[in-house]
Structure formats: structure tokens, C-alpha cells
């Protein structure tokens, strides 16, 4: 196996109200904010990559949240407790679809939306 050229160490997410979305993954996740632009730019600390949240520029500010229609998923690995934390979060008033499995793939998963519409997933190995 050879050693990679680089890894990836932050993933950049535009979006509309950055501090919403800090609150957001903060509040259901628990992830610490490590850097910071109030109402510009916030860094998240998900563990081994950091989730950065970037205000869209200001031709986009007026433009609806693309939402589920965008080509990104965040996909967070959940090591015990998926199911409960997915009714937790639909209680919370978070947009969640049901878990599901794939035949062959040793995964429960689990969508939800985050407040501007991110599609992002809960996965556990069985």
C-alpha cells in the first residue's frame, strides 16, 4: 500500500446563517468550535476532520438553500445508540428519515437535514 499524497483535514460547507448551523452541531453533537468570525466563519472540530462553516458570498445571500439537493453529504459515525439518537433529534424538531440497511452492507444508517437543509447521515457498524 503506498502513503497518500495528502488527507483530508477540513471540509468546507457555504452556507447561509453560520451561526444557526454552529449552534445546530453543536447542540445535537456536541462538536467544539475551534475557530471563529461571528457570522462569517466557524470551525468545528468532528474528530480527525474539521467542519468548517462558510458564510455564502454575497451574490448567494438572497438565494434559497439548495437543501437536500446539494451534492454533499456529511456522514458522522455513531459508535453505540443510533436509533436513539435519531428519535432524539426528530423530537428536537430535526428533519429525520427512518434507519435503514443495505443487504451486504454492514451498516445501520440514518438521513436527517441540519436547519438549512445539509443532508447528513448517522452510521453505525453492526
Known sequence: MTTPL??????????????????????????????????????????????????????????????????AKLVFSIDTGLEALCRSLSSAGVSMREPKRYEGFPYLLCDGEDPEGNVFQLSHRD
Do not use: C, M
Open 6 to 71: 495528502a488527507r483530508l483535514s477540513r471540509l468546507i460547507l457555504y452556507v447561509h446563517d453560520v451561526s444557526l448551523l454552529k449552534s445546530f452541531y453543536q447542540t445535537h453533537f456536541g462538536f467544539p468550535a475551534v475557530e471563529e468570525i461571528e457570522g462569517e466563519w466557524a470551525v468545528l472540530d468532528v474528530g480527525g476532520v474539521e467542519l468548517a462553516l462558510h458564510r455564502v458570498g454575497e451574490a448567494y445571500r438572497s438565494a434559497t438553500p439548495r437543501g437536500p439537493h446539494s451534492n
